[in-house]
């Protein structure tokens, strides 16, 4: 079994059929849904395109969708432990999240499920890719349109193999480079490790291919577009020390007029205290007036759809377990839903309080001292109580909603406990602690009020990451003047203070850094980003000196403790090659990455 989980097959032959591989190879007559039967016209290539969607998703959805029992969003193994996250409610398979050098075990469950997710995502668009030059393929209308929709189905297919390489570079390092469909006919145990920059160089061809066939903005930001394929090259050109490539790619995209930031109230929430800045979350969907959100994933609740759809899990990740803290818990006793006995009082709590959290990942200390920037306080609306949980709801008798006060103070501190800097603690629970309103989701039905999932639509890229990363490409191409203009559009949409050029220049990577964190709280894979310039110009991402373990000791008081490792050059920072692959693969011996036995 370990050898079929980490052969590369592809995930059609795996997931849709439902069977293993001798089966596969036996089974006579062939599904319906088999690849021969599918992939013969446009509308078979758009389901397998399809399916690619939903396996992309599953950022955003449980840890454990490939098994396991990991409570976390999956976004969360990139998302937290960092330098401006640190985890709270832990769970064994995320100890690296509040003590870095825990990361050493090499079978865990997290590890093994973004391994094979990925592949799976790579094996699948290698199908698509392959089969696409085959002949006799109805592409449907006139020459000139079944080229073009051929050419849309092969960028899409080559846009989702680069994306899942790039999750692979960042959190593995060197992996096997596989541009072919994987069959019984080729069936492989002799996998090397590929350098970063072999498979860079493959992620390149596949994003300018993306790029140049997708429309820079689809009909729907549920659908890729050429935008996020000049993303994501962007991002890549960054890592490859090409700052002038990336300037040349990202301008088209900022410079625009096909997205913009979103500077006024808009919205289903624009009825609602609120501002510009969490507007966007609330209403994220081209159709609903977004301009700035370049992709999001569609929901439906179960009950509104005879098929719904999966539960994303960001909110009980990022958001904090409030019900759980011993005084916040007397909140909402005089609900009239609760006293009437219409709902528990876990429903009613987190009915009044913006959905329910599990308190997994909460932002640092410090993540919340980069917003007072200049002595400005609470001035920032990411900081605001519209975007971060500084006070809890409580309805009384008489339906209305106050503040929830112990006697007299605010209940939700960011005061650093003795017990929460125990090295010997497995785990935190500052169930007190503030985290970001990002995610807030309530059930429209008061029995779901205190569910872990939410079923809202749901943003995955903005063009604020890539604003910041064009100021980055510009610093980095010696345009720090032009740099400042589009941290700064960011930064004023949200009422921050305006930044000078000198004051960019002297903070230079790490002000990049600390603007990416105050806009990209939660949003962003931190962990990718610190590792990308952490190993830039041959840099080594263990080095205790580099933008990774540096920060984190200077902002993360959890995980950035010296006795949790992060002054030490032997705790990993790339996550190791599953152990469950590397004795699969008979037929060449691996090795592991730096640090692991």
Not at 59 to 68: F, V
Not at 128 to 140: H, M, Q
Not at 213 to 224: A, D, G, T, V
Request: charged letters at 25%.
């Amino acid at each position: 079994m370990k050898k079929l989980k980490y052969t590369l097959i592809a995930l059609l032959v795996l997931c849709m059929t439902g069977c293993n591989e001798s089966s596969f190879l036996e089974e006579d007559p062939r599904a319906s849904l088999y690849p021969e039967n599918l992939l013969v016209d446009y509308s078979g290539f758009q389901s397998m395109v399809t399916s690619l969607y939903g396996m992309m998703r599953n950022e955003y959805r449980r840890a454990d969708a490939l098994g396991g029992g990991l409570p976390l969003v999956l976004h969360s193994a990139w998302g937290c432990g960092v330098d401006n996250s640190w985890s709270n409610n832990s769970h064994s398979d995320f100890k690296y999240m509040y003590y870095p050098s825990q990361i050493n075990q090499t079978d865990l469950r997290i590890f093994q499920n973004i391994f094979q997710w990925c592949y799976r995502i790579i094996n699948t668009a290698n199908m698509v890719i392959s089969r696409a030059e085959g002949s006799g393929i109805d592409w449907k209308g006139t020459e000139t349109e079944a080229a073009a929709h051929k050419n849309k189905i092969i960028a899409q297919a080559r846009f989702f193999r680069a994306w899942a390489y790039r999750h692979l570079t960042y959190s593995f390092g060197a992996v096997p480079l596989s541009t072919e469909e994987i069959t019984g006919m080729n069936y492989r145990n002799d996998w090397e490790r590929n350098s970063v920059e072999s498979i860079r160089e493959v992620m390149e061809q596949d994003f300018v291919f993306a790029m140049n066939n997708l429309p820079l903005r689809e009909e729907s930001n549920s659908k890729i577009s050429g935008a996020m394929a000049r993303h994501y090259l962007g991002e890549l050109y960054l890592a490859m020390d090409q700052p002038s490539k990336a300037v040349e790619v990202l301008k088209p995209l900022t410079e625009g007029s096909e997205y913009s930031l979103i500077t006024n109230r808009f919205g289903k929430n624009s009825a609602n205290p609120g501002c510009p800045f969490i507007d966007v979350f609330r209403t994220p969907m081209y159709a609903d007036g977004n301009t700035e959100v370049l992709y999001a994933f569609v929901n439906t609740e179960p009950e509104n759809s005879a098929f719904g759809t999966a539960e994303v899990y960001m909110k009980s990740t990022y958001k904090n377990y409030y019900s759980n803290d011993g005084v916040i818990n007397k909140s909402n006793k005089y609900d009239p839903d609760y006293t009437s006995g219409a709902a528990t009082w876990p429903q009613v709590f987190w009915i009044n309080n913006g959905g329910k959290g599990a308190g997994r990942c909460v932002p640092s200390r410090g993540a919340f001292r980069l917003y007072n920037y200049k002595d400005q306080g609470t001035q920032d609306d990411r900081v605001s109580d519209h975007a971060v949980v500084w006070t809890i709801n409580e309805k009384g008798a008489d339906g209305k909603i106050t503040e929830f006060l112990n006697n007299g103070k605010m209940v939700v501190d960011t005061t650093v406990t003795a017990a929460m800097l125990d090295d010997n603690k497995t785990t935190i629970k500052k169930y007190n602690w503030p985290t970001t309103r990002k995610w807030d989701y309530v059930a429209p039905l008061l029995a779901n009020g205190d569910k872990d999932g939410c079923y809202q639509d749901i943003v995955y890229l903005r063009l604020a990451d890539t604003y910041l990363l064009y100021a980055e490409a510009l610093l980095k191409n010696n345009q720090a003047g032009e740099a400042i203009k589009w941290i700064n559009k960011v930064r004023n949409r949200s009422n921050a203070v305006s930044i000078t050029e000198a004051e960019l220049t002297a903070g230079g990577m790490d002000f990049i850094l600390d603007e990416r964190s105050r806009e990209l709280l939660s949003e962003e894979e931190r962990r990718h980003t610190l590792i990308r310039v952490s190993q830039e110009k041959g840099g080594d991402e263990r080095d205790v000196n580099n933008y990774f373990k540096r920060r984190m000791r200077q902002l993360n008081e959890i995980a950035g403790r010296d006795a949790r490792g992060m002054n030490s050059y032997d705790t990993p920072v790339l996550f190791p090659i599953p152990q469950e692959f590397i004795d699969s693969n008979t037929g060449r011996q691996l090795e592991n990455n730096p640090g692991y036995l």
